[in-house]
């Protein structure tokens, strides 16, 4: 399955609300579809899984929704600590695919 | 707290392997899945293969078959990622991560593997 994530850079200011999109070439089993995100020097961290469902600590301005083929991760208000690079990832078949990534940047 | 603690930066050369360790902690080891996922500089994120610690049942991406070998050690809750006949290309960071059929929820460090001539 792969991953076509857009846009590829998100350029907003704090405050604003961000859409993130993820689309499948194929539709993912039981929307086993997860959100990342990744700061400089970090390790990715689990936002979303089962393509809406916030992991444990995530704060609800991150919401997720979607299925079959079309995703998208929200962020209501942008805080400044939003910005980084949010990846998807499909683990419904093998092999577990991420799709390349949206920088969120501030406007 | 869980943690996931990985081995430390590797130099190798074209053609050599390379084994990176991944000590969990804070959990039941053998109940959670492990998957290694690397970055190469600059680029997204690419999942490489998973194991279950608990049968040591594993799985590769298609592009790694042959060259990669996951073990694990349930004694020291440990898991290995053995990568074989290195390239320029394989320069990354690896990381390991633990999962449950909920996205993969705990991430070790990474580790820094540079192959150079």
């Known amino acids: ?9 998100l350029s907003l200011s704090p405050g604003e609300r961000a859409t993130l999109s993820c689309r499948a070439s194929h539709n993912i089993n039981s929307n086993y579809l997860a959100w990342y995100q990744q700061k400089p020097g970090q390790a990715p961290r689990l936002l979303i ?5 916030r992991a444990t600590g995530i704060p609800d301005r991150f919401s997720g929704s979607g299925s079959k083929t079309d995703f998208t991760l929200t962020i209501s208000r942008l805080e400044a600590e939003d910005f980084a690079v949010y990846s998807c990832q499909q683990y419904g078949s093998l092999p577990y695919t991420f799709g390349q990534g949206t920088k969120l940047e501030i406007k | 707290q869980v943690q996931l603690v ?19 902690s804070g959990y039941t080891f053998t109940d959670y899945y492990i998957h290694w996922v690397r970055q190469a500089p600059g680029q997204g994120l690419e999942w490489m293969g998973w ?23 349930t004694s020291i809750n440990t898991s290995y990622m053995d990568l074989t006949r290195l390239r320029l290309d394989d320069t990354a960071l690896y990381y390991c991560a ?6 993969l929820d705990f991430w070790g460090q990474g580790t820094l593997v540079t192959v150079s001539s």
């Open chain 1, 49 to 53: 899984y089962g393509a809406s469902s």
């Open chain 2, 6 to 24: 990985q081995s430390g930066a590797e130099v190798r050369s074209p053609g050599a392997s390379v084994k990176v360790s991944c000590k969990a």
């Open chain 1, 1 to 9: 399955v792969v991953l076509t994530q857009s846009p590829g850079t």
């Open chain 2, 98 to 103: 633990r999962e449950l059929v909920a996205g």
């Open chain 2, 51 to 73: 194991i279950h610690p608990n049968s040591g049942g594993t799985k590769f991406a298609q592009k790694f078959q042959g060259r990669l070998t996951l073990t694990r050690d």
